[in-house]
């Protein structure tokens, strides 16, 4: 059974300060690996999305993606009290359907 | 630039009644997911569909739901005699075709179903 596992927090940072979220898969063919961010009481909205090894930056998040420790993270830089939400990461594989973790609840302090 | 649409956001049902949710995916996107979030819980898949396919219905409960998505119209996620168990927030994600990309999906608003 495919398992996507994230540290449930809840993670308090002060603004301005690295926030970094983790996530562990289980499934050696997940070829995709996505974060999203979830108001409370709204939607997932997608932040990013990688599959390539390395780092991707977009702004002031980075993703970064390391299939041999099946480890996936997002830093999001300079942390603002909007930053505060759930973040959701998910992974696809050929099937395509996403299979998420449970979830990182953020709070940033001002 | 319309994202994907989902209605009714809030809908109620007894025990006994049916549920239909609708959504219509984003312009240009011709693969749709229906999601379950229950209560306290985590995003689970239920059906991935095309046009007048179901491509993966492998999350989907064995009885008493059912999803499409017809040539016309929007997809359809039809839960026959709900129970109290049924209420969650159904989310409907899309994405766009296949060939030249990795498919990412994009999330509607939800429909929060409350059963009494």
Same mark, same amino acid.
């Not at chain 1, 289980?26 to 997940?30: E, N, P």
């Not at chain 2, 005699?81 to 209420?87: F, I, K, L, M, P």
């Given at each position: 059974q495919k398992e996507v596992e994230q540290n449930s927090g809840p993670l308090s940072v002060p603004e301005g300060a690295i926030a970094s979220l983790n996530c562990t898969y289980?499934?050696?063919?997940?070829q995709s690996f996505f974060w999203y961010r979830q108001y409370s009481g709204k939607s997932p909205e997608l932040i990013m999305f990688i599959y390539s090894n390395g780092d991707k930056e977009d702004g002031r998040f980075t993703a970064q993606l390391n299939k041999a420790s099946q480890y996936v993270s997002l830093l999001i830089r300079?942390?603002?009290?909007?930053?505060s939400a759930t973040y959701l990461c998910a992974v696809s594989g050929s099937a395509r359907q996403l299979t998420f973790g449970s979830g990182t609840q953020l709070t940033v302090l001002p | 630039n319309a994202g994907v649409m989902q209605n009714p956001r809030h809908l109620v049902r007894r025990r006994g009644q049916e549920a239909r949710l609708r959504c219509s995916p984003m312009k240009g996107h011709s693969h749709v997911y229906w999601y379950r979030q229950l209560p306290e819980e985590g995003l689970k898949f239920m059906v991935y569909l095309q046009k007048e396919n179901i491509?993966?219905? @492998?999350?989907?409960?064995?009885?008493r739901f059912s999803a499409e998505f017809p040539k016309e119209g929007p997809s359809i996620l039809r839960i026959q005699?709900?129970?109290?168990?049924? @209420?969650a927030a159904y989310f409907c994600a899309s994405s766009p075709p296949? @060939?030249?990309?990795?498919g990412e999906q994009f999330f509607g608003p939800g429909t929060r179903l409350t059963v009494l």
């Open positions: 289980s499934d050696r063919g997940s300079d942390s603002q009290p909007s930053d | 491509i993966d219905e @492998s999350g989907m409960p064995k009885e005699q709900v129970v109290r168990g049924d @209420s296949a @060939s030249g990309g990795i």
